[in-house]
């Protein structure tokens, strides 16, 4: 095992919706009553995150509060639970910037400049918001205003928190500024020496050996093993030599995620005394403890209900747990703010402009869709036809000095003519449009000429194109008539329609569909936040577990489902006293197993496994005879029943 890697901060099992599972198991409780729950070192909130944006989905069953424990032995791991709670409560972030966010804070060792600014803000403003808390001010006053703090203050419970362990909490958002600086390079590839060792120059071929003899025998939950795992090996070599693992943007990862580093204690070794042992002074490290094994991939990126995922090819998944990883937290921000299931092709939006068509289905569907004519124009019933194929640039490209010396002719060539568009198709009745002043919603854009497309979409520059400016718009990114950027830019109301799609009855502009758009997110984030303020309670404790959590009486016999991390699988014996906490006869247990974990052999995990169901048995739990496969779980988690005789 790596004895540099103290801290975690991230799991190595898919998330558990803990109030569906403990709904399923029929805990007997009330509809009204409050759902308890505990969990013991997480290492990150994918539990938390999981399980309260699914809320709506046991509402037949339960519509009380939520109290959800967490209890984390390091103060950097709560303040890592608060902080990707609090971005996705943020509703100054775009929906796609807050995922993009969170993932990159979540699994990054480098961060974007941008995402280290908005963390330096963000940590400020916690900071601010717990010293708020803790000096006893309102929710809403000590958020200071910061979009879904106030939230979040008024869900926190901080009563299980000594002095010390609230100053620490407070030290780390401290720590988290941008003018701490600090050397992330230099420091992951100093654990990967000590790691490495004398292989330290053959590691690519020491990854390469994890990956294919560890990671592709783990398998993927669910899929046939033959296809192997989801993460993809070149994300696994990346992250495993950088430290990278999600890169969602064309941009410089520079700078550290400095939610990464804690303090580790321990003694240095001067002498030795009479019996052999080393002795010498305490001392504390400040600097990066984490992970450089075990992705982050195994947390969010392993498993999703969208089963177009997981399709395969030619004996490898078409997709990876990088899209998964951004399907799932879009999904969960989704029905966070709607209380509905995200709808989903089972392809992310991005991965859609960058592979196009890859079958005879997808290329005859394509061309379907596209036939009737310009694909950013709408027909004349004003039903949108589309995203522009890849073919309709070149085209655009080819035919832009005909388009623009013969629009004349072909606008004007009379009822039997026809308006040849970018596209290349027949465009009768969007020319008769065009030639009533657009009414409706299939006419050209002000200024056009012929059936011209409004809007190409195209994601990535490619050159000049007569009348078109590359730009980022409601749309998306791709090529925009001028005219119609123009009269957007100068707010006349001629620009194109957005919001419904082009020719759609509104009459948007591009700035009042974009405004429109920012105020029904707003209204969703709102609605969302007033959810969890009516509902949720979120309770930290750290430090000592006995002591903080399960040695209390008023906790004995409450809690209606525990969670319990790898690292900590200790915990599970008797003196720890999980099972006292746990309701009786009802309770149940739910264990992070090492069945990803690379450092072990297929049965090394088995013997890990065992010895799990060891301690766990001679607390008083009973292991579920299916592992809890049947409730959704994966052989990365172990179920535990109360014993019947207890």
Known sequence: MDEHNVHHFWGISPPVDMGALATRQGSGLGKEEPMRLLQVAP?????????????????DAHTGPLHLTVWEEEPEGLARHLLLVAVMLDSSLPEGDRVQTLLELHGNALLRERTAQYLDGLARAMESMLVGLFSGAEPQEAAGGYPGLAALASCLDLSLLKFAERDAITDVFHGWRKSEAYDMVQAWDARGRKWYGDRYDFRRNMIDWDYHMRMIQAGTPGCDPSLGSIVHFHHFRHWRAHGIAYELRDSAYAQPNRTLLSTAVGRTREFKDRSGKDVGRSVTARGFWSDILNSPYLALGLVCEEKAFFVGSNKQFSR??????????????????????????????????????????????????????????????????????????????????????????????????????????????????????????????????????????????????????????????????????????????????????????????????????????????????????????????TGDLVKAVTGRAKMQGSFDLVTLGTRHMHLAGPDHKLQAVAKPATGVLVVETAHYMVQLKKEQTELFRQKIVEMAGSAGWQPSPDGGLADGLTAAHALFTQQASR
């Open 43 to 59: 290492c990150d909130a994918r539990h938390t995150l999981t399980t309260v944006c699914r809320a709506s989905r046991t509402a």
């Open 320 to 541: 990876t747990s990088v899209d998964i990883a951004e399907h799932n937290v879009k999904a969960l921000l989704h029905e966070l703010r709607t209380g509905e299931r995200l709808e989903s092709s089972g392809l992310a939006s991005r991965a859609k402009v960058a592979r196009g068509p890859t079958s005879i289905e997808d290329l005859a569907g394509e061309a379907e869709k596209h036939a009737g004519g310009n694909a950013c124009d709408t027909g004349v019933d004003g039903a949108d036809a589309g995203p522009l194929p890849m073919a309709t640039i070149t085209e655009v490209e080819e035919g832009e000095g005909e388009g623009a010396a013969g629009a004349g002719e072909e606008a004007g060539t009379g009822a039997g003519g026809s308006a040849k568009t970018p596209a290349g198709g027949a465009a009768d009745g969007k020319a008769k449009a065009g030639a009533e002043g657009g009414e409706g919603g299939g006419g050209s854009a002000p200024g056009s000429a012929g059936g011209a497309a409004p809007f190409l979409a195209c994601p990535s520059y490619r050159g000049a194109k007569a009348g078109y400016v590359f730009t980022t718009g409601v749309q998306g990114v791709g090529y925009y008539l001028e005219d119609a950027a123009a009269a957007a830019a100068s707010g006349t109301g001629d620009a194109l329609p957005t919001g419904g799609g082009p020719g759609t009855s509104d009459g948007l502009s591009m700035e009042a569909a974009a405004e429109k758009l920012r105020e029904a997110e707003a209204a969703a984030d709102a609605a969302a936040c007033a959810r969890l303020s009516s509902r949720l309670r979120l309770r930290l404790a």
